[in-house]
């Protein structure tokens, strides 16, 4: 999430501040900061603390009130010879739906809303249809260009088309939320090509409506319970600021409570991104397993050859601020996207998106099996495209690189 307001520095030039006018109390959440020149364009990247005051607090304390050359703070996204990648700028006017994955998920935009959008599917027969093999899942948003929601038809469409994207298939597909009616619209896709589903609840606000609405699309499915590998309360809610570890994990006891009376015996979670854990290691204590996103795209110093090795060095963070030092550690986000401008050594393009995700993928599963969520199964042209996303939030669908 992009926070409104000015970025300062301290009274010492080393704590970043975001001044807030509408910011209540002081926080301090983890983020990307993306540093451009005076015409917006990318100089670099760097992964930092960053606290938010209320205006009023900053005042006070004499935080210098000047903006300084560059800011502007990304999401969580707060990558062989890197091949050359057109720096597309931001189309004009295309207006963001309010969706779940658009935590940053991830240009060139479509040439205008298409209802009728239809997933891309490379032929089958390919030499890398093995490329994704030991990833456990996918993830996958059920929206129209124009932001809309996928009908079921479109929705079984998709996961036909979804069970072409590897040999052997992926066998969990993670969604985010139970908003358009998705989840009663996924589980029959889900029922025909036998996979199971990674649920989410996404964010707070009227938390037993929305496990409800979920438990009763569950119930009305031919599978049932046993369709359901995960659920998942909040996205990356800490790293966003829209909550704090406390209120998730409170929101998440509460939501397991409700789920185990309602027949369900499966794992409980709450997905954060790896800085927002590192900070708050009770997130992934208080689950019944580690679930963290992890995108190496947003790191400029990592090129599309070390995507896997910057994966295995998060992870193995996150584990040494665990309390249970051999809780399962799943990845429930990661990928590379296939256009977009460059973020210093992390370059999007296709090439480069099958060299990161093999590399991830062949990584992780050496290293630290345990659970691998690639990032996305298709392209998401909902998504409205800006600098600090480096103009790829659009573009990382896992049917390019197959």
Not at 43 to 67: C, D, F, N, Q, S
Not at 273 to 292: G, M
Request: aromatic share 8%; net charge neutral; glycine share 6%.
């Amino acid at each position: 999430m992009r926070l409104p307001g000015m970025m300062v520095k301290d009274k010492d030039g080393k704590k970043v501040i975001m001044v807030e006018n509408v910011a209540a109390t002081e926080n301090e959440v983890p983020g990307v900061i993306v540093y451009v020149d005076v015409k917006s364009s990318v100089l670099r990247t760097a992964t930092e603390m960053v606290r938010i005051r209320p205006y009023a607090k900053a005042k006070a304390t004499g935080v210098h009130m000047h903006r300084p050359d560059a800011a502007a703070m990304a999401s969580h996204r707060l990558q062989v010879k890197p091949e050359a990648t057109p720096q597309v700028q931001a189309p004009p006017n295309n207006k963001e739906a309010a969706r779940p994955n658009g935590q940053g998920a991830t240009s060139k935009s479509p040439p205008g809303p298409r209802p009728d959008w239809v997933p891309k599917v490379n032929p089958p027969a390919n030499p890398d249809a093995d490329l994704t093999a030991a990833a456990t899942g996918v993830t996958y948003s059920p929206y129209n260009a124009d932001g809309t929601c996928r009908s079921a038809d479109q929705i079984k469409a998709d996961f036909q088309r979804l069970a072409t994207q590897q040999d052997p298939p992926y066998s969990t597909v993670r969604i985010y939320g139970v908003d358009c009616d998705q989840v009663a619209r996924v589980m029959p896709a889900a029922d025909a090509i036998g996979v199971k589903l990674f649920l989410g609840i996404f964010n707070l606000d009227d938390l037993n409506s929305q496990i409800n609405t979920l438990v009763a699309a569950v119930n009305a499915s031919s599978r049932g319970w046993t369709a359901i590998d995960t659920i998942s309360v909040g996205n990356e809610l800490v790293n966003n600021g829209q909550a704090t570890a406390q209120q998730v994990i409170n929101a998440m006891n509460a939501a397991r409570t409700t789920l185990r009376s309602a027949g369900y015996t499966g794992p409980v979670v709450t997905v954060d991104t790896f800085l927002a854990v590192e900070r708050n290691p009770s997130l992934c204590d208080a689950s019944d397993y580690c679930a963290i996103n992890i995108h190496p795209f947003f790191d400029a110093d990592t090129p599309a050859e070390q995507a896997g090795a910057f994966v295995l060095r998060k992870v193995k963070d996150v584990r040494s601020v665990l309390k249970d030092k051999s809780q399962k550690v799943v990845v429930t986000e990661s990928g590379w996207p296939w256009q977009g401008n460059a973020n210093g050594k992390a370059v999007p393009g296709r090439d480069n998106q099958r060299v990161a995700v093999r590399s991830i993928v062949d990584v992780y599963a050496a290293e630290n099996p345990g659970g691998l969520f690639l990032f996305t199964a298709f392209d998401d042209p909902w998504k409205k495209p800006e600098a600090w996303t480096f103009y790829a939030e659009q573009f990382w669908g896992m049917d390019v690189a197959q």
